[in-house]
């Protein structure tokens, strides 16, 4: 197939909701506890990872909550299966609840395979301490080439807290990533502590990408908890770009780049990995 994409930042990417459901309950959680639930079930994890293995070429799937590992089939059956059945990279966002023989198990299986794992720091339900002795310990068991990081949500007015907890991340030498707090799918506003506390580091900005020819769809989808496939985070929100469903069988990719009709961009992954043709 023909594309315009930057090839050698091109890595096919799928973002995948494996539960709904969350061991912790933030009060700032852009889910809400009416959505924030389920876990699908062995069967339709069978039809999941029949649908990936399907995939031309290498993908890196992105396990996401919820909570991926307070799934009971994560440990079990979700991460086994994508390492014996599909030739898949794998990378995961969770809040590192999991246990250390968890973690310790979870690094055993994704050896050679663990392309990113990001830990959510949330200090209504950890220590800050606590959490930075778990994440330290952690990097020491992963492989060297995986790309570890701390996301911590940063909201307007409480920007100095947060600096002081990047300030302990990176003086263990920890990345530390800000995660602006979000509204109505779009950064909150912020005074200009915001890039003080920020400096260089990147961002989860939101730019506006309308009309430029964007690939997600083609190199990227995101599946929610109930085996939707969705073109991309803004197609999802508006109820368009749904490409079938990874549960059922009516999966099915878009084979053409299209341009973004939308003045959000919240997806970060299409624009990082080349996919949104003229984006900076
Ligand atoms: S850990 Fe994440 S998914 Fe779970 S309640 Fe907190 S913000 Fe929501
Ligand atoms: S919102 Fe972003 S990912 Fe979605 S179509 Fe537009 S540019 Fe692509």
Not at 89 to 105: K, Q, Y
Not at 185 to 212: C, K, T
Not at 231 to 244: D, I, M, P, T, V
Request: hydrophobic share 40%; charged share 20%.
């Amino acid at each position: 197939m023909m594309s315009n994409v930057t090839p050698s930042r091109l890595k096919p990417t799928v973002e995948w909701q494996v539960a709904g459901a969350c061991n912790y309950d933030c009060s700032y959680c852009i889910q809400s506890k009416r959505y924030r639930k389920g876990r699908p079930d062995s069967v339709q994890m069978d039809s999941a990872l029949r649908a990936f293995a399907a995939l031309p070429g290498t993908w890196e799937i992105k396990c996401s909550g919820g909570e991926a590992f307070a799934h009971p089939l994560f440990m079990s059956q979700i991460v086994p299966g994508l390492m014996e059945q599909t030739p898949h990279h794998i990378s995961v966002l969770t809040n590192l609840s999991a246990t250390r023989p968890e973690l310790m198990r979870f690094a055993a299986l994704t050896r050679g395979r663990l392309r990113v794992f990001s830990a959510s720091l949330h200090l209504e339900f950890t220590a800050l301490q606590d959490f930075i002795d778990k994440a330290t310990w952690l990097v020491d068991q992963l492989d060297l080439d995986v790309d570890f990081v701390v996301n911590q949500v940063v909201f307007p007015g409480q920007e100095a807290q947060a600096a002081a907890c990047r300030d302990a991340i990176e003086a263990v030498g920890l990345r530390w990533f800000p995660q602006l707090y979000k509204v109505n799918g779009g950064v909150a506003e912020f005074g200009p502590e915001l890039e003080r506390l920020i400096g260089a580091r990147p961002a989860n900005r939101a730019p506006n990408f309308q009309g430029l020819r964007c690939w997600a769809g083609v190199h990227y989808f995101a599946v929610d908890k109930d085996g939707r496939a969705w073109s991309c985070r803004s197609a999802k929100r508006e109820k368009q770009g749904l490409l079938g469903n990874i549960f059922d069988g009516s999966f099915e990719r878009w084979t053409q780049s299209r341009a973004c009709p939308y003045t959000i961009c919240p997806c970060t992954v299409p624009r990082n990995r080349g996919m949104i043709e003229g984006a900076a």
